[in-house]
């Protein structure tokens, strides 16, 4: 069985967007720290640390999941994707992110890259949601400054180009 | 002012520049920054009381502990820093840390620092602090009551503010009325709350003392002189630093300053740089909030409905101290009493008081929503009781178009607007008369369908000098002046040519570096994109001035004229270099597409970018009246803006917006829930500078308004432990609860800025609870106080009190030592042994021992008094305590009371109870009891939603060892489980 | 809201899984999810000794199917629950499903962590106890099958002893011509229940009820069943949904706090209990026809 004193710091080791990355944390640290303060991947966002506001949503095996509420210890040896994965580079948005932009979806930005996280596996899940349905997933993600109207539709835009409709 | 027709860039609905790296994890936030090499970490002891003494703090175990730098207390910073000033001089003293006493839930009272974050909170745990409770005052209208405790003792009293105004002859009014209408309301307390939180890197250096701070401080840069005044040094030793990202703020990150000068106090003290990232309960409990307020207000009215005077008494709640810049929630609508109406004669009677609650601030609206409530409230109500239609009310008081500029009676000078047409056309956007007929259908088939709507006048780039309304005449007098309204904006091009323009608007959010990029642009005639704007502001390198920062909309009013101007004067410069180049006349040149070129016919360009090299470059060889390099400073002041005058008229804003929001909602019978229906929303905001990110601005207030109204409340309990301290209490809209809305505009341009732009950004948050609570009030025939929570609305439709806890109700007179959250109950068990057996048992140190879950140390002090050592566990959740407990009036073998408290890791609680036997069939004996506790700390408040369930649970507990050997029956079928449970293997 | 140290193990089978908790006792704490745990951790609510991470045990996230019902072991997450069909044979938990936290934290939350967290107000404690079904608790002295209702004490209280796992919770089929419901009020979509309410019935070829259970949530210390015994036998009408509402107002004592008062919980308790029992019958009523 696999035991790590509370105090002891063992390397973990994630592929983080594609690319074997490896890291100190102690069993008690909170994967949300270990990829910002760790591995320097700040572009996850910590906002509340109780699992409510989606700020730390990332991908995990593919899942859209709180990195407040795990600990880097738990995904030693798994996929994680982030939002920095997402385009190549800032002058090539995927669609997502570029409908973000088009409808004004952010303001601050502070909650956009869990809720892109989460969009990206709910999309892939469900190619043509209702408005409904894309509402029900944004429930899990607090958005203070947009009103949600504008990432509302940004992905029902990306949804209705990825659908051919 | 330019008319937007000529620009190419402004009003268009541009993509904005911010968002590449925001969208690709690529931005920068105050978490992100490590601007220095040996940064540590600090945590920060807050309150567990709402109102104690501090008797003694002891961190001796938490200095030692691993990791850790050191601990600064109130005392130090007591010692290293002078109180934080507000503009009323105020006896009492504020520091960022409690000293001697602490006056609200959260409140800081010790810094940990060490070399993370993780173990400066173990070592929280490992200080000792030993209070001594006093009675909390939570309720503002207690807090009025010279009977109360008094939270600050130099000052004597909890009312630190009071000040009377008249303006024209409300006695005459009101005397002469036909109809005088009154409404009351207490406005609860809300919180912005951005996603996210405050973060502080603060850095002392000695010799000469200076102190550099980090921080999403979005401003008024007029608490800069507060905090160096804090510090004790110059303000050039004081420099703050922005990060290039902010994750929101609509406020309440002005709030941030008393923490800059507690980490900057904390930096010197220990010699370390020194990071603090606020958490979200942190932020919940201690960060800041918008005040609430007690309102009378009454209206004379004539019978055709003409709003005649206003009486305003008006009683905020600034929290525990008076914090810059309050009272200014108070003033800030001070200048337009009178709303959108056409109303001269008006009395107001303010007053302030300080409770056990956390100091206040800006959050969105400031001071606007808790104003127009009680306004727009009182203008249904006179509505209803005249027979007239709630918007022909409106209609019959507003401003009329023909009558802006329009000078209102206390002071504002309102300088356009079309009040009638933006109602009609909100009444357009939300279909009015189609809603009037489903109104009927939805009544007539019993459904509780109601309309609202709210008016109100947005006002935008605050003057400065409206917060010295506050000060009487002869106050101000002594005091130095204040007026005013500048930004500035500083515009180079850079040797190669590339042009940088820096404002230090320190936005957080709203998408400043994209407008100033489009205005900018038009006025050079260059593609925005090769325009490098600075938004954050670093008060050592950069201008700033006392009003620089993000607040009162003034980024569109004000900051942007001042990049016009910087522009215009940058341009008339290339059209003199181009002039020459070219060998044309300067007004003979225009700059379009990057280049400046002739409008003689003769169609010959020179490349801006060249041109402006040259100043550089080729310094010697410029024009007369062109100097070397291109920096031009530009500053936009309003000179409309002056101080109160004698009579106390303050213009108190530079602009004012206008806007109208109409809806409808459906109130379900079965539980109160309220479902909009209709929203129509109509702005008149001037010019958009950028119509993508005015609709933005819209749809977010709304979201703050319809939050407020429907959900959100930083509520306290009677005994000051705070209830909404985490996101699964302090109800935040989420998309599913967001309403479709319909959003139009009209425009009436301002002349009081070079761009006519009226300002917007509060918006619906200051008048969609309004709105929202009209149509209610309108669907169930009650009024229902905010937030309408399915509860309250079905409370009141139900003629109960609304709210569904105690409401806000006196705490005990004689304070309890250890009150708090309060939960009562009351059972029955029956034992299989007669009472005087049972009655042995219960007064036996050892059979109490084992009886009580979790006991490690029972002693007797004789006097059934006895104390205890008791780890306390649910789930894990718990911790050891220290309980005394008492027993009396013994009537053996057939009652007895007790008493007792304990303190512990997690909290505190005291409680009493009533024990009574009697004897029962078959030699049994029947136990009843009944219990009234309260618990107060931390897992009063966090835990809240399950303290009653825990407590249950552990008198069951109590009894399933108590009667384990005896045997028995109790009236819970948890009892049997439990003696199941401890049968089976445990305890 | 960092959390304080823990040690940490993770068992790749039960066995020593049980081991861990065999050894650690009252010290040692299983992670499943971590979407209640994680929060009580980093607000040091809890401060487990040695966390037990079951995520890895082979085989713990199986659903089992056979005659008498459905096996859902400890790791089974509720979106992959919400997706299975196998629990097509037990509709009760999927109608609850969505009702629990949001599509992020169904991702990664368990079936077996809520019941075992017992959280008053949680929805899946609630179907599990009206769906008659039970907990399958292991330890190093064996198994032990606990019936939800036995399960189920208090506020995260329950039968469950330090060195047991939940290494599996039982759902009965529904029988034939039965019809269950789930329904609930909460303030906002994912929230917490004010109040829950669940119902399972079944008819006989007349259309009788042959069996009823209903249930509330969020109105006490823990679900509760409302004693429906004497309505076996009736046919279904509006005076027995109006017997529902009444005996689900009496059976509980719910508790006031900042979102809604007790009076407010029993009135919604009666009409969400008659609104879930109306809905059951319906759809028992049109499996029956469908039969
Ligand atoms: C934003 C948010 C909203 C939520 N809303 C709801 C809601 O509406 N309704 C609701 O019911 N829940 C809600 N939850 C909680 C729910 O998501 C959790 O999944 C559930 O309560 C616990 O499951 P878990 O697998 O995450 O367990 P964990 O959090 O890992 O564990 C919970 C407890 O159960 C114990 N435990 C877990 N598994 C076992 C096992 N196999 N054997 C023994 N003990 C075990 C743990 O030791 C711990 O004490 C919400 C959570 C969040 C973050
Ligand atoms: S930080 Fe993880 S959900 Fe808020
Ligand atoms: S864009 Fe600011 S919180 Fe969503």
């Known amino acids: 069985m696999f035991e790590v004193a509370c105090d002891a710091s063992i390397p973990v080791r994630v592929t983080l967007n594609g690319v074997a990355r490896e890291g100190l944390a102690s069993p008690r640290m909170q994967l949300a720290d270990f990829l910002r303060h760790v591995l320097r991947a700040y572009g996850t966002h910590v906002g509340c640390e109780h699992g409510i506001c989606g700020a730390c949503t990332v991908l995990i095996d593919g899942r859209a999941v709180r990195a407040c509420m795990i600990f880097a210890i738990q995904v030693d040896g798994m996929d994680i994707r982030t939002v920095e994965g ?69 992905i029902k835009e990306v949804a209705a180009a990825k659908s051919g409709a | 002012m330019s008319s937007l027709e000529e620009n190419r860039w402004v009003g268009q609905a541009t993509e904005r520049r911010e968002d590449a790296a925001l969208l690709t994890g690529n931005a920068r936030f105050i978490d992100d920054l490590e601007p220095i090499a040996g940064i540590r970490h600090a945590a920060i002891l807050r309150s567990p009381h709402a109102h104690a003494r501090i008797l003694r703090i002891d961190a001796t175990r938490a200095e030692q502990a691993p990791g850790v730098t050191g601990v600064v207390t109130g005392q130090d910073i007591a010692q290293l820093s002078r109180p934080l000033a507000s503009a009323l001089k105020l006896a009492a003293k504020y520091y960022p840390c409690a000293v001697g006493k602490v006056r609200y839930f959260g409140e800081p009272v010790a810094v940990v620092v060490a070399a993370d974050r993780y173990l400066a909170e173990d070592a929280l745990a490992l200080i000792d602090v030993e209070y001594e409770p006093l009675p909390p005052v939570v309720d503002p209208k207690f807090a009025l009551d010279p009977a109360s405790a008094v939270l600050h003792d130099e000052v004597g009293s909890n009312v630190v503010h009071r000040r009377t105004f008249r303006y024209g002859d409300p006695e005459q009014a009101f005397a002469t009325a036909q109809h005088i209408f009154s409404y009351s309301n207490h406005h609860p307390r809300v919180h912005s709350t951005p996603i996210e939180t405050y973060g502080v890197i603060a850095n002392f250096e000695r010799a000469p003392d200076r102190y550099t701070v980090w921080s999403n401080f979005q401003g008024p840069f007029t608490i800069h002189p507060v905090m160096s005044a804090a510090l004790g040094v110059p303000s050039q030793r004081l420099r703050l630093i922005s990060p290039p990202a902010s994750g929101g703020s609509f406020g309440i990150k002005q709030g941030v300053f008393p923490y800059i000068v507690l980490m900057a106090v904390v930096s010197r003290k220990l010699g370390v740089p020194v990071k603090w990232i606020e958490d979200r309960l942190e932020h919940l409990a201690a960060s800041s909030s918008a005040t609430d307020r007690l309102t009378d207000i009454e209206g004379a009215f004539s019978d055709g409905g003409e709003l005649l005077g206003l009486r305003l008494r008006q009683t905020e709640n600034v929290g525990a101290y008076m914090r810059a810049p309050e009272p200014a929630s108070l003033y800030r609508m001070h200048g337009t009493l009178n709303g959108p109406y056409r109303v001269r004669h008006i009395a107001v009677e303010n007053a302030a008081v300080v409770t056990n609650q956390v100091p206040t601030g800006l959050n969105r609206g400031f001071g606007a929503p808790q104003y127009f409530y009680p306004l727009e409230r009182l203008m249904d109500v006179a509505a209803d009781k005249l027979g007239i239609d709630k918007a022909d009310i409106r209609m019959r008081n507003f401003i009329r178009s023909d009558e802006f500029p329009y000078d209102c009676p206390s002071g504002s000078l309102l300088d356009s607007g079309n009040y009638h047409n933006t109602l009609a056309l909100a009444m357009n956007a ?11 259908t939805a009544r007539a088939e019993g459904r509780l369908f109601g309309i609202g709507i709210g008016a109100a006048v947005e006002t935008s780039g605050s003057n400065m000098g409206y917060i010295n309304a506050a000060l009487t005449a002869e106050e101000r007098a002594k005091g130095s002046p204040k007026s005013g309204g500048a930004a500035s904006a500083t515009l180079t091009i850079d040797p190669m040519g590339s042009i940088v323009v820096n404002v230090g608007s320190t936005p957080n959010g709203q998408g400043h570096a994209t407008v100033v990029a489009q205005v900018a642009a038009d006025e050079l005639g260059v593609d925005p994109a090769s325009i490098e704007v600075i938004t954050e502001l670093d008060t050592l390198t950069d201008g700033w001035s006392i009003t620089s920062g993000n607040y009162a909309n003034r980024f569109s009013v004000a900051v942007t004229s001042a990049v016009k101007i910087a522009a215009e004067n940058v341009g008339q410069k290339l059209k003199l270099l181009a002039a020459e180049a070219l060998d044309a006349s300067p007004d003979k040149i225009q700059l379009a597409n990057g280049h400046a070129s002739t409008t003689d016919g003769r169609n010959i360009s020179i490349p801006i970018r060249r041109l402006a090299a040259q100043t550089h470059w080729n310094a010697v060889a410029l024009p007369a009246g062109v100097p070397a390099g291109i920096r031009e400073v530009a500053v936009f002041s309003p000179l409309s803006l002056t101080g109160p005058d004698q009579a106390d008229r303050i213009r108190s804003s530079l602009t004012y917006a206008f806007l109208c929001d109409v809806v409808a909602v459906e109130v379900d019978r079965d539980s109160g829930r309220v479902h909009i229906r209709k929203y129509g929303s109509v702005h008149d905001i001037g010019n958009q500078l950028n119509p993508a990110m005015v609709k933005g601005q819209i749809w977010g207030g709304l979201a703050h308004g319809v939050g407020a109204a429907l959900f959100e409340q930083l509520a306290y309990d009677p005994q000051g432990v705070l209830l909404s301290s985490t996101f699964a209490d302090y109800l935040c809209p989420t998309a599913a609860e967001m309403p479709d809305v319909n959003i139009d505009h009209i425009c009436s341009p301002t002349k009081a800025n070079r761009l006519g732009a009226k300002g917007m950004g509060d918006g619906c948050s200051m008048i969609a609870p309004a709105a929202i609570a009209n149509a209610v009030a309108d669907a169930i025939g009650r009024d229902v106080s905010l937030p309408l929570t399915p509860a309250r609305v079905w409370n009141a439709m139900h003629g109960k009190s609304e709210a569904p806890v105690e409401a806000m109700q006196r705490p005990a007179d004689a304070p309890d030592a250890m009150a708090g959250r309060k939960v009562e109950g009351k059972g029955l068990v029956v034992v299989q042994a007669p009472p005087d057996v049972v009655w042995a048992r219960l007064l036996d140190p050892n059979a109490l021992q084992n009886a009580i879950p979790g006991c490690e140390t029972l002693q007797d002090h004789g006097q059934h008094s006895y104390s205890a050592r008791i780890a306390i566990s649910i789930a894990g959740i718990g911790g050891a305590y220290d309980a005394r407990v008492q027993l009396k009036d013994l009537k053996a073998p057939e009652s007895f009371r007790l008493a007792g408290h304990a303190t512990g890791d997690l909290g505190f609680g005291s409680g009493t109870a009533l024990v009574t036997l009697t004897p029962a069939d078959d030699g049994k004996t029947t136990i009843q009891y009944s219990y009234s506790a309260a618990v107060g700390g931390r897992v009063a408040s966090l835990g809240h939603r399950l303290i009653s369930g825990a407590t249950k649970l552990l008198i069951a507990q109590f009894f399933a060892r108590f009667t384990k050997d005896l045997g028995g029956s109790a009236d819970t079928g948890i009892l049997t489980k439990l003696r199941a449970w401890l049968g089976g293997g445990r305890s | 809201m960092k959390p304080a140290p823990f040690a940490y193990v993770r068992p790749l089978s039960i066995a020593e899984a049980v081991a861990a908790l065999g050894e650690h006792g009252s010290a040692g704490r299983i992670i499943a999810g971590g979407q209640s745990l994680g929060a009580m951790l980093n607000m040091r609510l809890v401060a487990p000794k040695v966390l037990v991470d079951i995520n890895r045990i082979a085989g713990a996230n199986s659903i089992e199917k056979d005659r008498t019902g459905i096996r859902v072991g400890a790791t089974v997450r509720q979106s992959d629950a919400l997706r299975h069909t196998d629990l097509n044979a037990t509709p009760l938990i999927k109608e609850a499903l969505p009702h629990v936290g949001h599509f992020q934290t169904r991702n990664r939350g368990t079936i077996c962590g809520s019941i075992a967290h017992a959280d008053p107000s949680a929805e899946l404690p609630l ?15 064996g198994t032990r099958i606990v019936a939800a209702d036995d399960f189920l004490v208090s506020t995260l209280t329950t039968a469950r002893r330090e060195d047991e796992m939940v290494v599996a919770t039982l759902w009965p089929s529904a029988p034939a011509r039965s019809g269950c419901a789930f329904d609930e009020f909460a303030i906002r979509g994912g929230d917490y229940a004010i109040v829950a309410a669940a119902a399972q019935v079944s008819l006989d070829a007349p259309g009788n009820i042959t069996s009823i259970r209903v249930g509330l949530a969020g109105v006490g210390e823990r679900p509760i069943l409302i004693d429906t015994s004497q309505l076996i036998g009736d046919k279904p009408s509006d005076g027995v949904a109006e017997e529902i509402m009444d005996r689900a107002r009496r059976s509980i004592e719910p508790i006031s706090d900042m979102q809604a008062s007790a009076e407010y919980r029993t009135h919604l308790a009666g009409i969400f209990a008659r609104r879930v029992f109306d809905a059951a019958i319906r759809r028992a009523q049109e499996g029956a026809s469908r039969v």
């Not at chain 1, 800032?90 to 892109?116: M, N, S, V, W």
């Not at chain 1, 209702?130 to 109207?149: F, N």
């Open chain 2, 430 to 440: 939300a279909g009015y008369a189609e809603l009037l007929k489903e109104r009927d």
């Open chain 3, 127 to 141: 179907a599990l106890l009206v769906s008659d079904g039970a907990v399958e608790l292991r330890s190093k002295r």
């Open chain 1, 86 to 154: 997402l385009a190549a580079s800032p002058d090539e948005l995927t669609a997502l992110q570029a409908a973000f932009k088009k409808h004004h979806a952010l303001q601050c930005g502070f909650c956009t890259p869990g809720i892109l996280m989460s969009c990206t596996q709910f999309l892939a899940e469900h190619p043509a949601p209702t408005e409904a349905e894309i509402r029900e997933m944004l429930t899990g993600h607090l958005c203070r400054c947009t009103g949600y109207k504008g990432i509302v539709e940004a």
